[in-house]
């Protein structure tokens, strides 16, 4: 029944699985301390392992619209979940740490030094993340927009936001975390290095987005077997513009901004 309602509601399979095991381990305790009878969850198969779920993320494209927003008259409240929703995709830190996140006192050179609160109680954990230019130039705005809005309605704000972006994902701050593990494969940086910046334990915790790096690359390789009328380029990027460039354009584009060789060049060179 608790399944068949998140569906209707158009939860995310990953957010169904967590409610489910969730509910599952408390009624599993509440009946071993005899405060219920019997336990509703006895036989029950969640399914649906955490590492086969889909991870929603935002593109390079999305994360570019959602900066922009930066500009726009938003309020308090949706700003400040906007700004540390942003820092988060560039250094995927959890929600809990942004909440306490100060540049002051958690950069040091290049590099953001912080002890993750999920793992506080273990002094050797300390992630140490170099700091890039898109971060950094968030932390004027986390010192003015403080995140002090409550977990259950960020999720509203970040719908609201996606649909500003006209993004029909399901978005969830822990998403951020999503976004930034999977560009930083596919900008190059190695498994190990990202499982390190996350804080993962395991290794095969980060491979959950190495095979979502595969995914997208078997996929922007068919594009080889596609019609030249058929093809698109969703991330052509070019001194940090973005934009959607298909074959059709191409003669006008060329006329307009490049010859057609350097056009072709240009494509070729940020294909992914």
């Known amino acids: 029944m608790i399944r068949e309602w998140m569906i209707f509601k158009n939860y995310s399979k990953t957010y ?22 019997m336990n509703p969850f006895d036989g029950f198969v969640i399914g ?4 086969s779920l889909e991870k929603e993320w935002n593109t390079e494209s999305e994360i570019q619209q959602l900066k922009e927003l930066l500009n726009k008259d938003l309020g308090q409240r949706l700003m400040s979940t906007l700004v540390h929703y942003l820092h988060s995709c560039y250094t995927g830190l959890r929600a809990v740490d942004e909440r306490t996140f100060d540049p002051k006192e958690n950069v040091e050179g290049n590099f953001i030094k912080i002890t993750p609160s999920k793992t506080q109680n273990s002094s050797e954990i300390r992630l140490v993340i170099p700091l890039n230019q898109s971060a950094k130039e968030l932390h004027p705005y986390l010192t003015k927009y403080k995140l002090k809005v409550k977990h259950a309605r960020l999720g509203d704000d970040l719908k609201e936001l996606m649909q500003m972006i006209n993004c029909d994902k399901h978005i969830t701050f822990h998403c951020a ?15 190990e290095v990202v499982s390190k910046w996350l804080g993962h334990t395991q290794l095969k915790t980060t491979q959950i987005y190495a095979r979502i790096v ?7 390789m068919k594009k080889w077997d596609t019609k030249h009328s ?10 940090g513009f973005s934009a959607k460039i298909t074959y059709k354009e191409k003669s006008f584009l060329s006329k307009k901004f490049l010859t057609e060789k350097e056009l072709y060049d240009f494509l070729l060179s940020n294909l992914r």
């Open 16 to 37: 169904q699985h967590h409610v489910l095991t969730t509910i599952k381990k408390y009624t599993k305790a509440a009946f071993k301390e005899k405060l219920i009878e």
């Open 230 to 239: 058929d093809l698109s380029f969703d991330t052509v990027t070019e001194n």
């Open 214 to 220: 595969e995914s997208l690359s078997t996929t922007h």
């Open 48 to 51: 649906g392992q955490s590492d």
């Open 177 to 191: 975390r999503h976004t930034f593990a999977i560009n930083s494969l596919i900008r190059g940086a190695p498994l």
